[in-house]
């Protein structure tokens, strides 16, 4: 099955770019869902899959079905030239639980290719977005269904959109680069943050005396704000700013859902709750710094994929992910 694509506008920002994307995952399609037939969205073909790949669940793999009603996405921020990817999160929706789980994978991740530059994040570079979407499925042992690509702007004005967001800011934050046309100063504490703040502490790594946090602190803020973010989004049912989401979408996304299958899952994220415990989990995989990649740990890894991300109707093993200890 073809899916209809929508272009992206790229943006010359980088940093955290992916919130925006749970909007496009399970409430994107609201404003449209009226107007199109709802049809159940099809599933990949295995993990292995890659971009258009044909849709035939016979071909997963051996012994292992897909929960009817479950799938998994992969969403997307570019970096400032656009030419590598700076946000990737692994998500698994279950419409039947009413279930969504999000996983953070650090983009220095070392992966099983051949290129010169192993880190996961050089994919897109080197081959578009079918060539991402087969790396991480390969790695994590499951199929990618969709994915999703957002950028700077569209994130901003999300979060605008819901009003501004009540955030943690997890330590002092002072940094200029004019250069990338960067200004970000906030004190450590709870805030209310408009989109191009918000936008600013997702991208801050350290101060300009080099104090502060490293990559994985900074993934550790944007998973957070990811969290506030789509909680906030999701507990909205305001009618009245469907137009409004779908516009941002419409402008901001480049993704191979249709409309048909974002009115699919419109309708299923009406009876979403996100105040019930379990309904909503955001994590990061598990890895460690051995420069100049990052190392996923096997086992936690494994487990993380299994209890969180895994849309088989049991457990996979060991040897089906692509890990590089």
């Not at 570079?125 to 390969?138: H, I, P, W």
């Not at 934050?173 to 960067?182: F, I, T």
């Not at 516009?247 to 699919?264: F, G, K, P, Q, Y």
């Amino acid at each position: 099955m073809s899916k209809g694509k929508r272009e992206m506008k790229e943006s010359s920002g980088g940093g955290f770019l992916s919130v925006l994307l749970v909007l496009a995952l399970i409430g994107g399609g609201l404003y449209a869902a009226w107007r199109f037939l709802v049809q159940e969205p099809a599933k990949a073909v295995s993990a292995m899959g890659g971009e258009g790949a044909p849709t035939a669940e016979d071909e997963a793999p051996t012994g292992y079905a897909r929960k009817k009603h479950c799938w998994t996405f992969l969403l997307v921020g570019t970096d400032k030239s656009g030419a590598n990817t700076d946000s990737l999160i692994l998500v698994r929706y279950d419409a039947d639980e009413q279930t969504v789980n999000m996983a953070s994978i650090p983009r220095d991740t070392r992966v099983d290719v051949q290129r010169k530059l192993k880190k996961i994040n050089a994919a897109y570079a080197n081959g578009g977005m079918g060539q991402l979407k087969e790396e991480v499925s390969r790695t994590f042992g499951i199929p990618i269904d969709f994915y999703a690509k957002v950028n700077v702007k569209g994130f901003a004005a999300l979060v605008d959109e819901l009003g501004g967001v009540d955030f943690d800011v997890p330590c002092n934050m002072n940094y200029d680069d004019p250069a990338q046309d960067l200004s970000i100063h906030y004190q450590k504490g709870m805030q209310h943050l408009s989109g191009q703040q918000a936008l600013e502490v997702c991208r801050f790594r350290h101060n300009n005396d080099l104090s502060g946090y490293t990559d994985t602190g900074r993934m550790e803020t944007q998973r957070a704000m990811l969290a506030t973010i789509a909680k906030k989004l999701l507990s909205w049912k305001n009618l009245t700013k469907l137009n409004n989401y779908f516009a941002i979408v419409n402008e901001h996304t480049d993704t191979d859902l249709s409309l048909s299958d974002m009115a699919w899952f419109a309708e299923k994220a009406l009876s979403f709750d996100i105040e019930r415990e379990g309904s909503f989990n955001a994590m990061m995989m598990p890895a460690a710094w051995r420069n100049p990649y990052m190392y996923l740990d096997p086992d936690a890894t494994l487990e993380m994929v299994n209890t969180y991300l895994n849309p088989y109707t049991k457990d996979l093993t060991a040897d089906m992910l692509d890990i590089i200890p």
